[in-house]
């Protein structure tokens, strides 16, 4: 099986090697899809490249993941993935530009140095080439979590969107603090934001405008600023509820 990964970035890199494929990367620089090439054992091609694959994995950035499926889902001989972090808009563009392929979108739930972890799955139009994808991705140790388009799409406005908002927001607002004042839950949250801050901001803008979620957390935090002593208790306390609940029926 020969897969073209569009797009050769950090997600790209880590589906190529995972896949236990043929691969072949093919990036806006085309240096990217060089490196990538040489870190997989790959081939790199040009976008403008005509040749047809079995598998076309598309691995841009959210912002470009339509466009992107519909420039190269006539490359796609057999099936066609994704890579983007979204289900239902990339789902949507390959039914529409490769209805008679194979499908399905995959949303690696962790950053690609952490591999393997869990990996949302929706397919569509399945058969034996994305059941051979699927299967490589979990012979390398991922976790297939099997869903819908509207049920992932829905739980990242509180996976990422929300939990990055309310991260970002602390990161914003903390101040420096002399040394020895440290509290545990201080010392976890500035090493949570610590992490977020590693990564790359138009990845996480991408999310921000994708999901919705910072309003609520920015709701919450009004609420919490503008409480009196007898209604942030109630806050807390809902607050705890709502977790509290929620971790007795895990």
């Known amino acids: 099986m020969d897969v073209l990964i569009v797009g050769a970035g950090a997600m790209g890199t880590w589906f190529g090697d995972a896949v236990d494929s043929e691969v072949t990367f093919a990036d806006v620089d085309p240096a990217a899809a060089v490196a990538a090439a040489d870190a997989v054992g790959g081939e790199a091609a040009s976008l403008e490249d005509e040749g047809t694959y079995d598998v076309v994995c598309i691995a841009v950035p959210l912002s470009h993941a339509d466009e992107a499926i519909a420039a190269h889902a006539s490359r796609a001989g057999e099936a066609m993935v994704d890579v983007s972090g979204a289900m239902t808009d990339p789902l949507a563009a390959m039914a529409r530009h490769a209805p008679d392929l194979e499908r399905a979108s995959l949303h690696p739930l962790f ?140």
């Open 111 to 250: 950053a690609p140095e952490r591999a393997p972890g869990s990996i949302a799955v929706v397919r569509e139009n399945a058969g034996p080439t994305t059941v051979a994808v699927l299967e490589a991705l979990e012979d390398r140790g991922n976790d297939l979590v099997e869903t819908t388009p509207e049920e992932h799409d829905e739980a990242m406005e509180t996976v990422q969107s929300a939990t990055h908002a309310a991260v970002l927001a602390f990161a914003l607002a903390a101040e420096d603090v002399p040394e020895g004042f440290e509290t545990p839950i201080y010392e976890e949250l500035r090493g949570i934001a610590s992490r977020v801050t590693a990564g790359t901001p138009r990845v996480y803008a991408d999310i921000q405008e994708t999901f919705d979620g910072a309003e609520a957390v920015a709701d919450a935090a009004g609420a919490l600023a503008d409480a009196d002593h007898d209604e942030f208790e109630a806050l807390y306390a809902e607050a705890a509820r709502k977790l509290h609940e929620e971790g007795d029926h895990e």
